[in-house]
């Protein structure tokens, strides 16, 4: 369920929000990057990932945000993931502003694409997309420190 601007804005000031982050790699095992279009990490680049919905189970959320990130034509099951951990996120700005600072507690997923998995990648969270060696993202300034973390 998504809650409107209003009601999310108390939320984001008042509690932390739960999301999952997708560590994608290709057959050459390189990374997808997002370029965030969105506050928080605006204009970093990100790997792909989103919030768990009131009353959504962890499988939902990572079914339908593997769906929405990547494509209706990659199929994974969060079972078939490789959990990463459990990741925090503090950011001094919001989604709205910089009234409110956001706090994520982040569920870190790590998927492996097969050759024949298509992959449409949506323009709405992030501007442009690339895919990097872990050691590229590691050297890039602009590729966010938390997602840098995942490899370190």
Do not use: C
Not at 6 to 11: E, G, L, S
């Amino acid at each position: 369920m998504w809650l409107p601007d209003q009601v999310f804005k108390t939320v984001i000031s008042s509690t932390p929000l739960i999301s999952i982050d997708l560590v994608v790699r290709n057959n050459q095992n390189q990374v997808l990057l997002g370029k965030r279009l969105n506050a928080p990490a605006k204009g970093f680049w990100f790997v792909p990932g989103g919030r768990v919905q009131k009353d959504e189970t962890l499988d939902d959320a990572f079914t339908r945000l593997i769906k929405e990130e990547l494509g209706t034509e990659v199929v994974v099951k969060r079972s078939e993931a490789n959990f990463l951990g459990v990741y925090e996120h503090f950011y001094e700005e919001n989604v709205f502003d910089d009234t409110a600072t956001t706090h994520y507690i982040v569920l870190g997923y790590e998927i492996q694409l097969h050759q024949n998995q298509v992959i449409s990648l949506p323009k709405i969270q992030h501007e442009d997309y690339m895919w990097m060696t872990e050691q590229e993202l590691l050297n890039n300034d602009v590729v966010h420190l938390y997602s840098k973390n995942y490899f370190n």
